[in-house]
């Protein structure tokens, strides 16, 4: 079936650290892949995201590349700050051949301290 | 700018009491969605709606039911809430398909059935 693997947390990093959070998926058809970020007390944004093989999503210095050969989607980030301290989503649609609903990963809590 | 307002951010409930989450977005999206989200587990899909008076279930619909009678609203409600049934609800809504649009997030609501 469809769904979502990604890297358990929690994350703890020291401020300027690289970071990595995995993310793999299995899917039917083609799915488009996102990343999400909730800050503390508030919903989910959208952070990047990639609707084919081999395209890069990139915001705020996170990057992440859709392969679809390993059915990957990792989150990658070169320098963390204390303000990047969040839980992180990892997403994709396309669950059972529609493209209307997202199947979403358990989440990975990520603290940057200073 | 864009918003999906959620009426009540926290509540605390009796079990066995009729509960009713209320979503309204202004941003005339045709679907809608409930997701409940729990420590561990990420987020579930319980209810999506595509169009007015249109509902189909998710992936936990069972002691949930939804109502959309007008386009900017989609309520959750709790026929006889459960202690189970404490979580985080997150509505969300987007126009159109997942790979060209955004979905947007409201800050949730926290239930407490005691």
């Known amino acids: 079936g469809n769904s979502v693997t990604q890297m358990e947390g929690p994350v703890t990093l020291s401020e300027e650290a690289f970071l990595t959070i995995n993310c793999t998926y299995t899917?039917?058809?083609?799915?488009?892949l996102f990343w999400y970020v909730q800050y503390p007390g508030e919903g989910l944004q959208l952070l990047l995201k990639?609707?084919?093989?081999?395209d890069k999503g990139s915001n705020k210095g996170f990057e992440a590349t859709y392969r679809k050969e390993t059915t990957s989607f990792h989150l990658e980030k070169g320098s963390v700050q204390v303000s990047d301290s969040a839980v992180y989503f990892c997403?994709?649609?396309?669950?059972?051949?529609?493209?209307?609903?997202?199947?979403f990963g358990k989440g990975t809590l990520l603290t940057v301290n200073p | 700018d864009v918003k999906v307002t959620q009426s009540s951010r926290y509540l605390v409930k009796r079990t066995g009491e009729k509960v009713f989450l209320e979503c309204v977005q202004d941003?005339?999206?045709?679907?809608m969605f409930w997701y409940r989200q729990d420590p561990g587990l990420g987020l579930r899909l319980i209810y999506f709606?595509?169009?007015?008076?249109?509902?189909e279930k998710g992936d936990i619909p069972e002691g949930y039911s939804v109502s959309r009678e007008k386009k900017e609203r989609f309520s959750l409600i709790l026929e006889s809430a459960s202690t189970n049934q404490t979580s985080m609800y997150l509505c969300?809504?987007?126009?159109?398909?997942?790979?060209?649009?955004?979905?947007?997030f409201g800050e949730g609501s926290w239930l407490t059935v005691v």
């Open positions: 997403a994709h649609s396309n669950s059972g051949g529609s493209n209307y609903k997202l199947t």
């Open positions: 899917a039917t058809g083609y799915p488009s």
């Open positions: 990639a609707t084919k093989a081999d």
């Open positions: 941003m005339d999206h045709e679907n």
């Open positions: 709606s595509y169009d007015v008076k249109m509902k």
């Open positions: 969300a809504s987007i126009s159109g398909d997942f790979s060209g649009n955004t979905i947007y």
